[in-house]
C-alpha cells in the first residue's frame, strides 16, 4: 500500500512539474520524503537547477538552503558564495543573505526550479533611505495564489514593509496628539464592544481599565491594534509617516502581503506547506 501511494504522488508530481505548479511540487516532495522510509524515492527529487549572482564586489553573501522539518520550512545549511557564482542546485526553496558596508542587509528569498536558471540582481538601499523598522521586500516574481485558489506568477517591484505591525501604543499616541482629542478623536476609536472601547479621562484617551487586569490584556501596549477600518488605519499611517519624516507610507496591497509572508515559491502557509496549530 506504501509503494502504490508513492507511486502516485510519484505520476502526481511529474504532472505538476510539467504544469509548474510549485505549491504541489512542494507539497507532494514533502510527502514523498516523509513516506519513503527506505529513501529509494527520495532520489528522484535531486534534479538541479541553477542560481546567477550578479552583486557587486565587496558584499558578503551567504546561501541558506530550507528543508520543510516538522511542517515548517527551516534553514538546515548555510554557506558562503561568491557575489557572481553560478551555482548547481537541489530544486527547492533558498534565502540568500547580503551583507555590504554602507547599505542595508537584504534577506531574499529564492526558488530554484528544475532545468531553470534565476538570476538574482537586486537593487540595494542605503540606510537613510529605509526607515528604522522597515525591511526592503526585493522585486520579482513570485508565486501568488488567486480568488479561485489557482497559483499564477505575479511580480512586484522592490517595496518596503514595516517589520512590526502598528502596536497599541503607538495608536493612543495617534488618538491624543489631536489639539482637541476629546472630540477630534472620535472618528479614528476602534470598532470594538462598548466595554472594550478607549475611554476620555484627565485629559487624554486610555484603554478600558478592565482588559489590564486580565492575563492577556487585548490592549497591551505592546500588541497590534486592531478593529479598525481603513479609513482609521490610513489616518493612522499618515500621522505615522509624519512622526518619522517619511511622505509616502500606505497600506500595502494584498499581494505585497503575500509575498512579504509567504515568499517567492508557493508554500501554502508562511512557515510551510502543513498547517501547524502550535505555530
Known amino acids: 500500500a506504501m509503494s502504490m501511494l508513492l507511486d502516485l504522488h510519484g505520476n502526481h508530481l511529474s504532472e505538476a512539474n510539467d504544469a509548474r505548479d510549485t505549491r504541489t511540487i512542494r507539497q507532494l516532495e514533502a510527502e514523498i520524503r516523509h513516506w519513503d522510509i527506505d529513501k529509494t524515492r527520495v532520489e528522484t527529487l535531486r534534479d538541479q537547477g541553477e542560481l546567477q549572482l550578479g552583486l557587486p564586489r565587496g558584499t558578503h553573501v551567504q546561501l541558506e538552503t530550507l528543508h520543510e522539518q516538522g511542517g515548517r520550512l527551516v534553514a538546515c545549511k548555510t554557506a558562503c558564495v561568491s557575489p557572481t557564482a553560478k551555482l548547481n542546485l537541489a530544486s527547492g526553496s533558498y534565502i540568500v543573505i547580503v551583507n555590504w558596508e554602507g547599505f542595508v542587509p537584504m534577506r531574499i528569498p529564492v526558488l530554484v526550479e528544475r532545468g531553470q536558471t534565476q538570476t538574482l540582481n537586486p537593487n540595494f538601499y542605503t540606510r537613510t533611505e529605509v526607515p528604522e523598522g522597515f525591511v526592503i ?6 508565486m501568488s495564489t488567486n480568488r479561485d485558489g489557482e497559483q499564477e506568477i505575479r511580480s512586484l517591484p522592490d517595496y518596503a514593509m514595516a517589520e512590526l505591525p502598528f502596536t497599541n501604543k503607538l495608536y493612543f499616541e495617534f488618538l491624543n496628539h489631536f489639539k ?8 479614528y476609536l476602534a470598532n470594538a ?30 500588541w497590534p491594534v486592531k478593529a479598525l477600518n481603513r479609513f482609521q488605519a490610513e489616518a493612522l499611517i499618515a500621522w505615522y509617516g509624519q512622526k518619522i519624516g517619511v511622505a509616502n507610507l500606505r497600506i500595502p496591497t494584498w499581494l505585497e502581503f503575500e509575498k512579504t509572508a509567504r515568499g517567492v515559491d508557493g508554500r501554502r502557509y508562511p512557515w510551510g506547506n502543513r498547517f501547524a496549530d502550535d505555530f
Do not use: C, R
Open 193 to 222: 464592544l462598548d466595554e472594550e472601547k478607549p475611554y476620555f479621562k484627565d485629559g487624554q484617551w486610555n484603554p478600558p481599565l478592565w482588559n489590564m487586569n486580565t492575563k492577556n490584556p487585548p490592549w497591551h501596549p505592546s
Open 137 to 142: 521586500i526585493s522585486g520579482g516574481p513570485f
Open 180 to 187: 482637541n482629542p476629546e472630540n477630534d478623536a472620535i472618528p
